[in-house]
């Protein structure tokens, strides 16, 4: 079946430093990828996404890029805010309105 | 609405009772979906209703579980004789089928259920 894992956390950094947390799914066929963040005591929000391999998907200064041949979608930041503490999710899912399958979620936490 | 909206946001039931946990999608979206938060578990998909078609029911953990969507839009997720192991955070979210944000789920802050 279907599957995404995720780097285990929690991931404790200082603010500017470079944040990479680690992503790999398994599917079959071409599943849309997408970074999800729970903010403290907020929802899930749609962080950035990508549908094609190759492609790069990017928010307030977060990255990540489609890669077919490693199965992977890593999330990148060159320099974490305090703000950007929270918990991220890696998830995959099909065209046409189907579920999302989410890795088990990072803890990020950035110290000034 | 602007956006999903969840009701309870928090409810503490006892072992053995019923709830109800609504949902209320953003206005146009045709698909809706259930997921359940918990700490062993991470984040579990339970069941996604898309227009008028059949529900997908593949999610749900037992038959205690169930959800309509009353005219193609609330949706009440229903847990009868509900067990501590259902203590989560049900999440609801909805997405639409077409335009510049299709098949882009947004989600509800989600209700926060407790069994003691």
């Known amino acids: 079946g279907n599957s995404v894992t995720q780097m285990e956390g929690p991931v404790t950094l200082s603010e500017e430093a470079f944040l990479t947390i680690n992503c790999t799914y398994t599917?079959?066929?071409?599943?849309?990828l997408f970074w999800y963040v729970q903010y403290p005591g907020e929802g899930l929000q749609l962080l950035l996404k990508?549908?094609?391999?190759?492609d790069k998907g990017s928010n307030k200064g977060f990255e990540a890029t489609y890669r077919k041949e490693t199965t992977s979608f890593h999330l990148e930041k060159g320099s974490v805010q305090v703000s950007d503490s929270a918990v991220y999710f890696c998830?995959?899912?099909?065209?046409?309105?189907?579920?999302?399958?989410f890795g088990k979620g990072t803890r990020l936490s950035v110290i000034a | 609405g602007a956006g999903v909206s969840q009701s309870p946001s928090n409810k503490v039931t006892e072992k053995g009772k019923d709830v109800e946990l609504r949902c209320d999608p953003i206005?146009?979206?045709?698909?809706l979906y259930w997921y359940r938060q918990s700490l062993g578990q991470g984040l579990e998909f339970l069941i996604y209703?898309?227009?008028?078609?059949?529900?997908?029911k593949s999610g749900l953990p037992s038959d205690r579980f169930s959800a309509e969507r009353t005219g193609g839009s609330v949706s009440t997720l229903t847990i009868q004789r509900t067990q501590q192991e259902d203590s989560a955070v049900y999440l609801c979210?909805?997405?639409?089928?077409?335009?510049?944000?299709?098949?882009?789920?947004?989600f509800g802050a989600g209700t926060r259920l407790s069994v003691l």
């Open positions: 979210a909805s997405s639409k089928e077409a335009g510049q944000a299709k098949n882009i789920q947004y």
């Open positions: 599917a079959t066929g071409y599943p849309s």
């Open positions: 990508a549908t094609k391999a190759d």
């Open positions: 998830a995959l899912s099909y065209s046409g309105n189907t579920p999302l399958v």
């Open positions: 206005s146009g979206h045709t698909a």
């Open positions: 209703f898309q227009g008028n078609s059949a529900p997908d």
